[in-house]
């Protein structure tokens, strides 16, 4: 592109681009682990299943959900930053330049822009420590499969409490992930009447 023409796209175009395809990859990943996710949680259902093969549906569960959870969190990030992008091309138009109306919404635009960058982040290092615990969650159920099936009921169920309590404290730390989320909707649902 020329230099001329250059000067005439918006400033932010890129970054925008780049992370509304970065934002939808990650999308396109998230929703084929949630999928695969899905799978053994219905198969796990189905009459007539061994306590072995339950776990071992379980266990394949639990470690799916550990995939879904930090490329859910890197989408939302890139999706909400160029959500912002949109409004502060919108505000673009509607402030003329040079006044302190432009000036202080300069200045809430950073401000909330900060903010949901901040609250992504720390829902992203919740839904990382979430992805851990479900892994582990699932290796518990693997465990308990493993001694189901070599007839060690007892052992088998010491590992599904296991499972159990490391389950409640991945929803835990998921929570963050999703307090954070409702959040960072919300500050963004506010930024556009107020620019408005």
Known sequence: MEEEHRQRVWVLY?????????????????????????????TSSTPGLSNAQIY???????HWVAAFYVPYAIEFLCLSVAKLLVLHRMADFAVPKGDGLSR?????????????VVGNVVGLCGNVAAAVLSKQ???????????FAANSTEAANAFVVQ??????VANDAASVQQFCE???LLLI????????
């Open 163 to 168: 499972a159990n309590q490391k389950d409640a």
């Open 104 to 116: 202080r919404l300069a200045v809430g635009g950073r401000v909330v822009m900060a903010a949901v």
């Open 56 to 62: 071992s549906l379980y266990a394949q569960t639990q």
């Open 14 to 42: 890129g970054w925008f681009s780049g992370l509304m395809c970065v934002g939808s990859v990650f999308g396109a990943v998230t929703w084929a682990f949630w999928m695969q996710t899905l799978v053994p949680f219905f």
């Open 137 to 147: 969650a699932g290796d518990l159920n693997n465990a308990a499969a493993a001694a």
């Open 189 to 196: 649902i506010v930024a556009f009447p107020v620019v408005g």
């Open 182 to 184: 409702v959040a960072v």
